[in-house]
């Protein structure tokens, strides 16, 4: 790579990585996993930053983290079961203190792809369309994945707080 692409992507880096930590983090649930998705992630970029560049790379490494954390999500799947924490019988409150804690349990017993539907379309707010290309996937999919997370989501944590967390009229 030529030293002005190296400079381009040491920008883009530098500019792009906390918010691109915070969507690994909320994918995989892990804050160290999500830095290894994010090197991961980074890693393939810089391979083909030549070809990225020109266009917007943000949404190539935005998939990447989430192909990637849905792929380590499967292979865990496959090799045991991963153990949840349960959650409480109580709704939370969007005052409780815990209720950081509490979502992340609730996102982190989501499966994969649902996960990254909710991720991708109310932390990173991207549209039906833009989730459906960064998961490679119809807007159907997206659709269905975002409805069935936050039927999930409203049961473990009540109507009420994930409204609260999430917003009102977006599913």
Request: charged content about 30%.
């Amino acid at each position: 790579m030529s030293g002005g692409a190296e400079d381009d992507f040491g920008a883009f880096v530098a500019a792009r990585a906390t918010t691109l930590l915070r969507l690994a983090h909320l994918a995989c649930g892990d804050r160290a996993e999500a830095e290894d998705l994010l090197q991961t992630a980074l890693e393939r970029t810089y391979r083909n930053w030549n070809k990225v560049r020109h266009d917007s790379p943000e949404p190539y490494v935005r998939r990447v983290i989430v192909n990637t954390a849905i792929s380590r999500a499967r292979r865990r799947a496959i090799l045991r079961m991963i153990p949840v924490r349960v959650l409480p019988d109580t709704p939370a409150r969007s005052d409780d203190v815990d209720l950081r804690e509490v979502l992340m349990d609730a996102l982190r017993a989501l499966p994969p792809r649902q996960r990254a539907v909710v991720v991708l379309r109310f932390w990173e707010d991207l549209s039906e369309q833009q989730t459906a290309q960064v998961l490679g996937c119809a807007i159907g999919t997206v659709k269905s994945q975002c409805s069935r997370a936050l039927a999930k989501l409203r049961a473990a944590l009540g109507e009420e707080s994930v409204e609260g967390v999430i917003g009102h009229g977006r599913a």
